[in-house]
């Protein structure tokens, strides 16, 4: 079974919905997964990620780039990159924010650097956009992520209200692709 840990900064809450529905996707191919969010990282916590065979990163655009908690966490994985402990996991973020680009990208971005600094094995959505006329915003991967999930929650939208019903299946659904890269690359590369 493979081991699955969530990463994630959530400021309000959103981030945090996003995470959930990651969880519940990855969870629902088998896959051992849970969530851990930076601010709970303890020596056990870093344990769990040592030892995890795929690593979801997951933060809110805040001025163009991740959250400044998110990149705390980042700092501090220099430890187990000194080591290289995390080479050759599994590796793949979302991130959230209010407006529909707001240049989420550059937060995916970061999240593939993170893992190339760790050399690990980057897994995108492997999602097609709903980016027709007769799209609507409930549609699968409306916001259009391909490197990483894009979710989007209105700047005055409480964390109950957004993001939408589509995002959040869009996120269960990246949860599972996730889980089964995860357990296709365990089973052609054993750890
Ligand atoms: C400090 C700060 C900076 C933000 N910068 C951006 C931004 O660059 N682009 C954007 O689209 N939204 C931006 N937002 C909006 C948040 O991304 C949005 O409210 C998001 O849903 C927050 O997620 P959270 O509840 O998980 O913290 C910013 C919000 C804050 C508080």
Known sequence: MS???IVYHS???HTKKVAEAVLAGTLETG??????????????GWEELATADAIIFGAPTYMGGPSADFKKFADASSKPW???????????GFT???????DKF?????????AMQ???????TGMMPSNTKAATRNDLNYVGGFTGLLTQSPADASAEEAPPAG??????MFGARVAGVTARWLAGAPR
């Not at 896959?31 to 056990?44: H, K, T």
């Not at 760790?118 to 995108?124: L, P």
């Open 3 to 5: 081991k699955i840990v």
């Open 167 to 172: 995002d959040l299946e869009t996120a269960r």
């Open 31 to 44: 896959a051992e997964a849970r969530l851990l969010p930076v601010g709970e990282i303890d020596d056990a």
């Open 106 to 114: 550059s937060t995916i971005q970061y999240f593939v650097t993170l």
């Open 82 to 92: 000194f080591g290289q402990t995390w080479k050759d996991k599994i590796a793949a």
């Open 96 to 102: 959230n924010s209010a407006t529909m680009n707001g």
């Open 11 to 13: 400021g309000y809450g």
């Open 118 to 124: 760790h050399s690990m094995i980057w897994a995108g």
